[in-house]
């Protein structure tokens, strides 16, 4: 292929997306499926450019996916009433502040994503990486018709860690709760 050439089902986000459920070091199986790795992607509402960049390759994935999407059927179902993998946080999840006015995407792979730090080497430290840290995904969408079931779903490509966060699911870092020399219980 061409370096000019540009997939359009292919997606960078920006880089203050929020990586929530990250289970990237080990593919896990749900329901007995196949193990996969995934990341739920939390979006701004306000990152009109990642949000329109998802917008227009899910429409792509639609357009590129229509004999799949036909089936056996006589016409392709209109885009507006498939699956799409761009969720509402502010409809689906209207308890979990951290999806507050922001979009979620759920994305995964059968192969391991590489994921490097924000000078793109490796991250080797699996502590580096957790539910609530921010970066870029690179992500693409595919249209699937299987079991009945029809719509665009995520791929998982790659992660870039560029920033820390809090962490999500009230589990905190080793390495926050012990940033104090003494305690001040200690033998007390």
Known sequence: MSKNYTNPTKVITGVNTRWSYANIWDAKSIAGGTPKYSVSLIISKDDTVTVNKIKAAIQ????????????????????????????????????????????????????????????????LDRSEVYSGVYGRASINFYAFNSNGNKGIACGL??????????????????????ATDIDDDFLA
Do not use: H, W
């Open 60 to 123: 792509a994935a639609y357009e590129e996916g229509e004999s799949k999407l036909k089936g056996s059927g006589k016409t392709v179902p209109a885009l507006s009433v498939l699956k799409t993998p761009m969720r509402d946080g502010d409809l689906e999840r209207p308890d979990d502040e951290a999806y507050k006015n922001c979009y979620f995407v759920n994305a995964n792979s059968v192969a391991a994503p590489g994921v490097v730090d924000a000078d793109r080497e490796p991250i």
């Open 157 to 178: 490509n790659n992660l870039q860690k560029i920033k820390d966060g809090d962490p999500l699911g009230g589990k905190s870092r080793a390495e926050d709760d012990f």
